[in-house]
Structures are given as C-alpha cells and as structure tokens.
C-alpha cells in the first residue's frame, strides 16, 4: 500500500462509520459531452432521448466547468480526485518528453492524490471501471478495464491485458472503430454490473469526441454518435438496476478550428530549441501542445521574462500570452497549437475541424452534467457547476469522504437521507 493510501485508510477508520448510502453509484462520461446535448428546447437533445429521460428525472446543471487544459485525461483525473491538474499530476494527455510524443498517462500511479476509487476500497466498497482514463494496474479497483491506446511501449490490447484484470478485457473491436468501441465498453460495463454488482462503477464513452475533431461542433456524424452513446448510456443505466444512481458527466466541450499555430517554430529560429536531423537534441525553452492552449517549459527560470516577450511578439494576433507560473499560451479563436519546431511556418491548414484545450472559462468549453436516482433530489436545476464537484459529491452519496478537496458536495441536490 502507497504511503497516501495508508494516511487516507487511517483517515477513514478515525472518521464515524459509512453513513447511510446509495446502493450503487454509476458515473457515466461522455466525452466531449455538450449541454445542449440535453437542454430542453435544444435541438441537439432530440438525438438523446435517454439522457433528456434522466434529465426529467432528477437534476442537471445548465453547465460544468472544465479544467486547465480541457483535455481528456486532465478532466477525468479532477472528476475522479476533486482537485486540479496541477495538484493530481495528470497535466496533458500524455507526459511531456520534448519533440516526442510521451505515453499517456495511463496508469493510476500518475496520480498524486487519492482517488474516488481508492477512498471507495479504503471503506470496504468494491468497484468497477470499463475504460475510464488514469486506471491502469489500479489495485483499489476490482474489476478494471483500464485505457490504453498503441505507442511504441505496446499495442493497444497489449497494454490493456497486461494492466487490466486479469481475464476481463476479452476480444476487442477493430483499432479505431470508435462507434464498436463504445459498444464494447457498454457491453463490459453491464456484465461487470451484472454480475458482479460493484457498489461503484464508471465507465467512458469516447464516440462523441472522434466525431467533433473530424467534423467540429456541427459534424454530420454527431447527430447519430449521440444516438449511439444514448442509447449505450440507456443500456448500462438498466444493468444497474432501478435502486442505482446515475452521474452522466463529460470533460470539455469543443470549438471550431482552421489553423494550427506552432510557436515551437519560433523559439527554434531564435535559438532556443536544438534540432538536428529533425530530432530535439537540445532545449532551453519548449512548448507543449494542448489543444487550445500550450505549457511554456523553461529549463532556467531566468529565461522566463525573454521567453515571455519572445513568444508575445511572435504570437500576435496568434495567441495570447499568461506571464503566470506556468507560463500559458492561448490561442485565439478558430486556432489550436501545434507542437511542431520544424520549418519557417507559425500557421498551417489545420487537418480536423473541432479541437478543446482551451482555457476553462472559453463558453465553448463547458460541459454536461445529470443526475438521477436514489439519493438524488429531482427538479434542480444549477446553472454552473465545476467538474471538481464530481467526486466530493459521488464520495457523499457513497457515504464516504473526500479529503482536501478543491470542489464541493452538491448537497442542493441530494435528498435529506442521502450522504450524512
């Protein structure tokens, strides 16, 4: 046992008996997941018939706050642990290693904080997880599908078997077939449900995503990704049982974008990055690439102020420059950032439609957030929530507690039994 997950066990048998709970507790991502995807008189909610059924049943959020950046695994990480990039570890998608593109952060020991998962097992709580990202080799989850995608460390479903459960992946669907592939983790989540009944289960839904890269906000494929992943989301919400309680959530929202920006470019003439042979061979400055925004790495914190000025006179009209700690770029609307240091060219032809990363309080970034069941008040509406209330408020219904937490129960929307 980790020394963290030893302080928080002793935390917990300190603490007064797993009050009164809910029976089981689903959370259900959807990535890149829209509020108008379920917003009454939003058209985009005809396509999810079962997210508007949940919405009708017990209460949404009008929108959820995304994190910095609004990424994928930095969103599921601070739904999963309460508290921000910066605090939990998992800062990107994958771990930064200049000119290269670093594994991702797949494995539950990138976090620095005590997730959801390990509080649920500290309390004697058995838990499930179909794809969720951040959980590979896992101990504190006993039936654990864990994410992976094919890198030079291994295929995809070699990652997978090797740091999953043992004997839970099964056969996997085609590489990239994003619409069998949300059918997979449907159809894992509602075996793991039903027959092993976990009192925790989260599983992610990836569909929706692919389709807003390719196609942007108003793809032609997204009405019928939607339809797909409500309908999964339908299925697993039944394996569950009616005495179960649903959290539907996503991680970022999406804009449209037509350039790439690459600021790499320029650090890289003026000498700040190495290249040889079109490889880095040596760095004092470098951007990491985001999405929508980037992380300014500095070897030297005394070449944050040339940096700085490097970067805000190269970027006009480009992105826009916070001299904070780290230094941030964000680019300006209809871009998204690169991480190219090759060739003389700031700006490219962007190769997708629809991209996310940007800052948290970019309107197109924000997400979805319903809940329903057992333990759930029905009717409240909350116009914003954070994605950092997520896990405080999951622990709650569970009847345990998160610890220094950086977002809050959502009590307003708990009934006066649930979580005491």
Known sequence: MSRWLFALA???????????????????????????????????????????????????????IAVHPSMTYPGHASIATGVNPDRHGVTANTVFVPGEEGRGFWFASDLKVPA??????????KVGAVSWPTTGGARTIDWNIAEFWSTAAGTQAQMMRQHSTPGLVGELPKAADWPAWDAYVARQAVRILQE?????????????????????????????????????????????????TVIVVGDHGFRDVQHTVA???????????????????????????????????????????????????????????????????????????????????????????????YGPETPEMRTGFLIAGRGVKAGVILEQISLLDVAPTAAALLGVKMHDVEGRVLRELMDEKAGR
């Open 196 to 244: 092993h009944r976990p009192d925790l289960l989260l599983v992610h839904f990836v569909e929706p995503d692919k389709v807003q890269h390719r196609g942007g906000r108003a793809a032609a494929e997204l009405p019928a990704a939607m339809q797909r992943v409500d309908r999964w989301t339908a299925e697993v919400v039944a394996a569950a049982g009616a005495a179960a």
């Open 10 to 64: 002793v935390l917990v048998a300190a603490g007064s008996a797993r009050a009164a709970a809910v029976e089981r507790l689903v959370i259900i991502s959807i990535d890149g997941l829209r509020p108008e995807f379920y917003l009454p008189d939003s058209a985009l909610a005809t396509n999810c018939p079962n997210l508007v059924k949940l919405r009708d049943a017990g209460s949404y959020a009008r929108s959820a």
């Open 263 to 357: 600021p790499n470019v320029a650090l890289a003439r003026e000498g700040w990055i190495t290249v040889t042979e079109g490889k880095v061979t040596g760095w004092r400055a470098f951007v990491e690439n985001t999405g929508g925004s980037a992380r300014v790495h500095l070897r030297d914190a005394a070449d944050r102020a040339a940096v700085v000025t490097l970067l805000a006179e190269a970027g006009r009209d480009l992105w826009e420059v916070t001299d904070g700690e780290p230094v941030w770029l964000e680019a300006q609307p209809g871009k998204m950032f690169s991480g190219s240091f090759q060739g003389t060219n700031l700006v490219r032809r962007a190769s997708i439609k629809g991209n996310h990363g």
């Open 116 to 125: 959801l998962w390990d509080v649920a097992h500290v309390a004697g709580l």
